[in-house]
């Protein structure tokens, strides 16, 4: 198997390159995914919201954290997807059902904020 012509940096290096990297997924996301860019939007609202909700540190911390779960797993699931449309465009019991288990754990992570939220302010 060839290794990846990049997996020899290493030090400062490699955390520019990573760095660089990660800022080509996040755009690559909001262009092309619509799903993250409604989720950027939702984080852009609600976590300034945070800030003027009466919430303790602990509890403000958790709600951003919930929000921020939602977009890491949408970035996964858009991976997810992006890999099984590379690998065949066909349709295949195995590619719907990875399709289908990145969007249950997108949901899983939209109703964990949306109880966070609920059990933050109803304390």
């Not at 997996?7 to 520019?16: F, Y």
């Not at 300034?48 to 699931?77: C, D, R, T």
Request: proline share 2%; hydrophobic share 55%.
């Amino acid at each position: 198997m060839e290794e990846s012509p990049f997996k020899g940096k290493t030090g400062l290096r490699r955390i520019w390159n990573a760095f660089h990297y990660s800022l080509e997924g996040l755009r690559a996301a909001y262009c092309n995914e619509d799903a993250f860019r409604q989720e950027v939007w939702l984080a852009v609202v609600c976590i300034p919201l945070v800030l003027w909700l009466p919430a303790s540190a602990i509890g403000k911390a958790l709600m951003i954290a919930s929000v921020l779960l939602i977009l890491i797993v949408e970035l996964l699931n858009s991976a997810i997807e992006a890999t099984v449309d590379r690998i065949s465009l066909e349709n295949h019991t195995l590619a719907k059902r990875a399709k289908d288990i990145g969007s249950a754990a997108v949901f899983v992570a939209l109703a964990n904020a949306a109880i966070v939220w609920w059990l933050v302010l109803a304390g």
